[in-house]
């Protein structure tokens, strides 16, 4: 289940939409997507080793608090959470969007796309606060039903793919650094989740050898898959109809096999996107239960159902979620996902960086839980590590980075308030008793 977690998360609506998104770029971005697997896998090295010294359940927020301390532990718990909801809707939007390969009305009414959204969302919150098994039972069923026909795409597609559809290689129109710098942060979005397992670390058996195991195989299976996928879609479908298409996989598989293979890859897709929307709204209410447990979140999120389910995290997440795809239903699927993606995806960075960075002052600092590490090998893969995320912050863009850091500056008052709150609630464990009046004269 934790294996099946890390690859249901990555692969989930990413890989299926983003060769619309990418379109534009040609296949320089091929280039960013090496790149980015490289980044990606350094990242998992670095959650693997974290996840075998401390098996507890909060993943980035925890190593970052451990650290760091409260204020740094607290932004990470905020800005990943605001990932999790973040993302859901575009993995919402992505479901959607390879529905309308079935359901034709779905791509031109939005309101109705937007409903059809919504009630996958709930459907599944509804799922995981019955219990994190049944969650994770989703889980192992979507993920083994999405990679057959991703493979049938990686694999088959790749003996019909024609150059001419590849266009120029740099069809931004700026220089290839920036080019790839761009379609990097898009890249990674298809690698969010790697950390997925260290999250719900207090209920996978034998953390210490498990997680590691499901990080760095999970992430390293999905580069490959991703990776030839791509490179099949851009050879087998135009650019110009590439970029508006809501169901690219789908139409490579046309463009090869013939319409029942376009059938079977959109249902595969409509199934992946529902397991990744499952495997995300488990996450979305551990995160503010970890952090909620430890004083940093609001304490109605430390509540818990069933099993131990953290439902108030899940259902205030859902709402937001909720809140985000009402805000967004007008644009067009392409447009809503590639800009939800690249927010999502920065918010999810930045607690990436931390975490990073707390690796390296673990190993400096606490280096009795490494044992049999190496300290220069280690230090040099979390310095990597670290400079990729930077790299990926950067290319986030402008916009994306001003709204991301609005939103993560937006959790201080919050952080604030709830150390107003510890403080009032130390004082009256703390006061003295109320002296007794002085004795009045005769």
């Known amino acids: 289940m934790a294996t099946a977690l890390v690859v249901g998360n990555m692969i989930g609506s990413g890989v299926f939409l983003l060769p619309s998104s990418l ?47 409260d204020f740094v532990g607290f932004q990470t718990a905020w800005g990943y959470w605001i ?82 559809n590849f266009g120029e290689f740099n069809a931004s129109g700026g220089s290839a650094f920036g080019a790839v710098t761009a379609v990097a942060a898009l890249t990674l979005w298809s690698f969010i989740g790697l950390e997925s397992a ?25 580069a490959l898959i991703y990776i030839l996928g791509t490179v099949a879609v851009l050879g087998l479908v135009p650019a110009a109809a590439l970029a508006t ?10 463009a090869a096999f013939g319409g029942w293979a376009a059938d079977l890859v959109a ?23 970890a952090a909620a447990r430890d004083g940093l979140f609001p304490r109605v999120f430390a509540r818990t159902g069933r099993d131990g389910t953290p439902i108030v995290g899940l259902v205030v997440s859902s709402v937001l979620v909720t809140g985000l795809m009402v805000m967004n239903y007008n644009a067009s699927l392409v447009d809503q ?30 280096r009795a839980a490494f044992s049999g590490g190496r300290l220069a090998r280690d ?35 919050v952080y604030a308030w709830l150390k107003y709150r510890d403080q009032r609630t130390t004082d009256r464990t703390t006061r003295p008793g109320k002296p007794e009046p002085p004795a009045q004269a005769a």
Request: aromatic letters at 12%.
């Open 337 to 366: 996902f590639t800009f939800i993606i690249l927010l999502a995806t920065l918010t999810t960075v930045i607690p990436y960086a931390y975490a990073t960075a707390a690796d390296l002052v673990l190993l400096a600092t606490d």
């Open 23 to 69: 379109a534009a770029y040609g296949p320089i971005s091929l280039v960013a997507w090496v790149l980015t697997a490289a980044g990606a896998i350094l990242l998992a090295l670095v959650f693997a080793r974290l996840a075998r010294a401390y098996p507890k359940t909060g993943g980035p927020y925890a190593y970052a608090r451990k650290a760091f301390g």
């Open 83 to 164: 990932a999790i909801w973040a993302g859901n809707a575009a993995i919402a939007v992505a479901f959607v969007g390879y529905l309308a390969h079935f359901w034709d009305a779905l791509g031109e009414d939005k309101v109705l796309a937007a409903g059809v959204g919504l009630a996958a969302i709930w459907l599944l919150t509804a799922v995981n606060a019955y219990g994190i098994r049944q969650g994770g039972a989703v889980q192992v069923a979507t993920t083994i039903i999405k990679l057959v026909p991703l493979l049938l795409i990686a694999v088959g597609g790749i003996f019909f793919v024609k150059s001419g």
């Open 379 to 413: 230090a040099v893969i979390a310095l990597l590590a670290f400079g990729y995320s930077v790299w990926a912050i950067a290319g986030a863009g402008y916009e994306v980075v001003y709204k991301g850091t609005l939103l993560i500056f937006a959790g201080m008052p």
């Open 245 to 254: 298409s809501t169901a690219p996989f789908a139409d490579a598989a046309d």
């Open 267 to 289: 249902a595969g897709a409509v199934i992946s996107a529902f397991g990744a929307l499952n495997g995300w709204i488990l996450l979305q209410g551990q995160i503010p239960l």
């Open 198 to 222: 260290t999250v719900p670390a207090e209920d996978v058996k034998n953390p210490e050898k498990n997680i590691p195991r499901a990080t760095v195989a999970g992430t390293a299976v999905t």
